[in-house]
């Protein structure tokens, strides 16, 4: 067929640009089959460390899922998911995983920086994907994996759960409905704390951590060659050339909430401040930030400490008809316990007669909705739009932060990646 062919070789050039001289690329498969809506899908994931490990949890929970295959540079993690998938094969070089035509579906939970590879081989090999946030660890990987998707049938969910919440579906049905008026601001924020010495997000390198054990080339794929470090395969996060820090950690998941709720495209540019104050560890990326986005007629806020919990995270989208507030985590200050809940006020104001309001939707099952979507081809709750969107948002409040300049979308999709 002339449009699969055009397809896998758009896919195959973007591949080579989304990784450096020295990767190898798997060659493009036929398309997996078509999966019938009683027949058994067969899954693999590639990176199943603690999120991966929670997603293939979730995944052959759902009925009629059968994870086949992983990929996992780290033979430790191999050990660790034959405790609750004892017939799993277990490579450590995905496009081994990758050209097993037996696969349907694909799970991606590596370490960002290897998101748009992992990502835009999946799709090359004609398998459904599943792929954890932030889409990307950089704009022109975003801007890849996007067009490769657009180029693709391959059914695709980004692993932004709160897109299959009952809060977000409650909040649309009150701004659709005219409830929240014109909204000038967006206030949001996220806060953790950890026991003084140990930093938010650190963890202990095992023992077997060591060559033997973990191959480092395939884990640095896109990166220059570097001596093994335990503590940057294990700490990923940390570290500027793996990860984007916090914001593409947790404010990518309230960013693309507010979009979604506000219907909201790219920031016209952004600012962030912030630095390293809560734990002198060794980290790059800053644990204390002020991110300010600016949208056409609409600031949007999203703040983080790792030294305080008390207020958990939440959004207010502040409207002149009325507001709505999604909190998680903060503590009620009357009772000290910690809630989750969305509400709805009307401004009286404009709104005299309004009500307030309580979301009551239950959230869906993002992992189920995933697999509904691979049955039925239809598109699921988090596509690449917001994946992309979102991504967008957060890398540019990034490049903000690392220039310590505003960045106006132009300069940001311009931007020279920096690796350290
Ligand atoms: N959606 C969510 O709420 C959520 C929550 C936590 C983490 N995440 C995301 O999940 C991803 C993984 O986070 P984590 O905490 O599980 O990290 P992790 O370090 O625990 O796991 C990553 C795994 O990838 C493996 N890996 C590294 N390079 C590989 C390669 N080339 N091929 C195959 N495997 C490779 C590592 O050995 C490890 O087992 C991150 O992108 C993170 O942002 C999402």
Redesign the pocket.
């Known amino acids: 067929m002339p449009q699969q062919t055009s397809r896998r070789a758009f896919l195959g050039q973007t591949l080579v640009g989304a990784t450096t001289a020295g990767a190898l690329i798997s060659a493009p498969l036929a398309a997996a089959r078509v999966v019938g809506a009683n027949d058994r899908i067969r899954i693999g994931i ?10 293939l949890k979730a995944a052959i929970a759902v009925p009629n899922v059968e994870c086949v295959a992983m ?4 033979t ?2 191999h050990d660790e998911v034959r405790q609750f998938v004892p017939k799993v094969e277990a490579y ?3 496009r081994k995983l990758l050209d097993r035509k037996d696969i349907d579906a694909v799970i991606v ?4 920086h ?2 748009a590879p ?1 990502f835009l081989a999946t799709l090359a090999a004609g398998k459904d994907l599943y792929s ?3 889409m990307t660890w950089s704009i022109p990987e975003a801007v890849k994996c996007r067009d490769g998707a657009r180029n693709s049938d391959r059914v695709i969910q980004i ?3 709160h897109e299959s919440s009952g809060s977000l579906t409650d909040t649309k049905r009150w701004i659709d409905s005219g409830w929240v008026g014109k909204v000038t601001e967006v206030e949001s924020w996220m806060s953790r704390n950890t026991p003084h010495g140990k930093g938010q997000w650190v ?1 202990p390198v095992p023992g077997d951590c060591n060559p033997e054990h ?2 480092w080339a ?2 640095l ?1 896109n990166r220059p060659k570097s001596e093994f470090d335990g503590n940057k ?2 700490n ?2 940390l570290f500027w050339e793996f990860s984007g820090g916090n914001t ?2 947790n404010m990518i ?1 309230q960013i693309a909430w507010i979009i979604s709720a506000l219907d909201l495209d790219l920031p016209s540019a952004a600012s962030m401040m912030g630095g390293i104050w809560s734990e002198k560890d060794g980290r790059q990326v800053p644990d204390t930030i002020s991110v300010t986005l600016e949208y056409p007629e609409k600031i949007v806020c999203w703040q983080s400490t790792f030294s305080n919990s008390r207020f958990g995270l939440g959004e207010r989208i502040l409207g002149s008809d009325g507001t709505v507030e999604h909190v998680s985590g903060s503590t009620d200050m009357v009772s000290g316990r910690s809630r989750e809940e969305t509400r709805y006020w009307a401004e009286k104001a404009n709104r005299p007669s309004g009500d307030s309001a309580v979301s009551e939707t239950p959230d869906q099952n993002h992992m189920a909705n995933f697999f509904d979507c691979v049955r039925s081809r239809k598109q699921p709750n988090a596509p690449v739009e917001i994946g992309y969107k979102s991504a967008i948002a957060v890398l540019m409040s990034n490049i903000a932060y690392r220039e310590q300049s505003r960045i106006t979308l132009q300069e940001a999709m311009a931007y020279e990646p920096k690796y350290s």
Do not use: M, N, S
Request: hydrophobic letters at 35%.
């Open positions: 590639i990176g199943a460390g603690a999120r991966g490990q929670e997603d990929a996992d540079v780290y430790r993690r450590t070089d995905y939970a590596t370490p960002l290897l998101h992992h954890e946030k932030t692993g932004l759960q963890r973990v191959d395939l884990f794929e395969f294990i990923w996060r593409t950690e998941h």
